[in-house]
């Protein structure tokens, strides 16, 4: 069946240096979500990507997704104490959501 | 506050004992989902609803697992004779109509004794 993986399950970084994380699917999604789940909390939607290479910034986050429609990455620019929290990406074809990339910043 | 709420949001029962869950989408979203999540884990999908009608269902659900939303509106899961391995955050989210965006509540903790 349809597998969802994201890379890397845990991710330590100084306040200020930039994060990445990588979503892969087995097989060619129509779109991707991108959540982030703070600890103690609930998933909340960042953003949806729908066409092959798109990209799209929020402030200091960039989401791409592949020319393949198979993977996407998220990546922030200069991490603050803020965007500590669990990222998962989130194939709608299936509703199947990664295992997440657990982020840790430290001060 | 019109997000999505869920109750109890705790729940502890004794192994054996039939637990279930509410959720109240966002108003006039008409599709309804049900996750289960575990510590360490991205929400695992179990089942999701179209108004009232349940479109999918996953093979992780046994049969002691069962979920309604008889008016399209609010929605129930139900888990019968728990079990330990059952103890888990039980979410609920919804997605107004034509959009895959999904809003989620605060969850339901689950603790089977």
């Known amino acids: 069946g349809q597998q969802v993986m994201q890379i890397p399950q845990y991710q330590h970084v100084q306040e200020g240096e930039d994060f990445t994380t990588y979503c892969n699917s087995s097989t060619t999604l129509s779109n991707i979500q991108w959540y982030k789940q703070r600890p103690g909390g609930h998933p909340v939607f960042l953003i949806q990507l729908v066409k092959s290479g798109e990209v799209k910034k929020q402030k200091r986050l960039t989401f791409q997704f592949g020319e393949a429609k198979k993977n996407s990455s998220l990546h922030i620019t200069a991490t603050q104490t803020t965007d500590v929290g669990t990222y998962f990406c989130a194939g709608s074809d299936k509703i199947i959501f990664g295992k997440g990339t657990r982020l840790h910043i430290l001060p | 506050d019109t997000g999505v709420s869920q109750n109890p949001r705790h729940k502890i029962t004794k192994r054996g004992q039939n637990v279930t869950f509410r959720c109240d989408p966002i108003?006039?979203?008409?599709?309804l989902y049900w996750y289960r999540q575990t510590l360490g884990q991205g929400p695992e999908f179990l089942t999701y609803?179209?108004?009232?009608?349940?479109?999918?269902k996953s093979r992780l659900l046994s049969d002691r697992f069962s979920a309604e939303r008889p008016k399209g509106s609010f929605s129930t899961l139900e888990i019968q004779r728990t079990e330990q391995g059952d103890s888990a955050m039980y979410l609920c989210?919804?997605?107004?109509?034509?959009?895959?965006?999904?809003?989620f509540g605060p969850g339901t903790r689950l603790t089977v004794l």
């Open positions: 989210a919804s997605s107004p109509w034509g959009a895959d965006t999904q809003y």
């Open positions: 609803f179209q108004n009232e009608a349940q479109l999918e």
């Open positions: 108003s006039e979203h008409n599709r």
